[in-house]
């Protein structure tokens, strides 16, 4: 039982190139999330996704896409990366709505240097 | 809308010194509240929760007590150690699957 796995994990790009990140949880869980991280800032979520097939925007959602095709994975894209998207990303993951179910769970984290 | 503060850092600790971190929020409803920890280099953990008013959440010697009266959620250990070395997040979700997040709180125990 891997959890939530994370691919890259580091990673440098040039401003305007692309790049996808990737997230993987085999717990079976309906939400997935994707998060960054900064200095001083805490956690902001970027998008979200309640289901396989279905996304939705979070705090941050600029200069991201994300896609579900498949309810075990939550991509991450970056269409032409700006300096300002240099960051530490998180993706998460958890079951349910109840109080039981609502714990989420976190990805070792992407980093991302964008020169 | 809702909003978590915590106490900001970093806080530098003998071993076995108390900790407490301070975390207030504001919200609708009743939330449930978290503390996650982050050790260096690695992804957020939960460390530990609580769902509803008076409850107390604990975890590795770490306690928080969810007060709704004062809306706090402060995280207490006893004795620290030098492995307890993290940036520890207080965190509440509304009632939903987003959660909100306070900006962290850097913990150094130093031996």
């Known amino acids: 039982n891997a959890g939530v796995t994370q691919t890259p994990k580091f990673r440098v790009l040039k401003t305007g190139q692309s790049m996808t990140l990737l997230c993987a949880q085999d717990m079976n869980h309906e939400y997935m999330y994707w998060y960054r991280q900064d200095p001083g800032m805490g956690l902001r979520l970027i998008h979200y996704s309640v289901g396989e097939g279905t996304t939705a925007k979070g705090e941050v959602p600029d200069g991201y896409n994300v896609s579900r095709l498949k309810k075990q994975n939550f991509l991450l894209g970056l269409e032409s990366a700006a300096p300002s998207q240099t960051s530490v990303y998180f993706c998460?993951?958890?079951?349910?709505?109840?109080?039981?179910?609502?714990?989420?769970?976190f990805g070792p984290g992407t980093r991302l240097l964008v020169l | 809308g809702n909003s978590v503060t915590q106490m900001e850092g970093p806080v530098t600790l003998s071993e076995e010194a108390f900790l407490t971190i301070n975390c207030t929020y504001t919200?609708?409803?009743?939330?449930?509240l978290f503390w996650y920890v982050q050790y260096p280099g690695e992804g957020l953990q939960l460390l530990l929760k609580a769902t509803k008013a008076d409850d107390k959440g604990s975890n590795k010697g770490f306690e928080a007590t969810y007060r709704k009266e004062t809306t706090s959620f402060h995280l207490e250990k006893g004795s620290v150690q030098v492995s307890d070395s993290a940036v520890y997040f207080c965190?509440?979700?509304?009632?939903?699957?987003?959660?909100?997040f306070g900006k962290g709180t850097k913990l150094s125990v130093i031996p």
């Open positions: 998460a993951s958890n079951k349910g709505f109840a109080s039981d179910q609502e714990t989420q769970y």
């Open positions: 965190v509440h979700g509304a009632g939903s699957y987003q959660l909100t």
């Open positions: 919200a609708t409803g009743y939330p449930s």
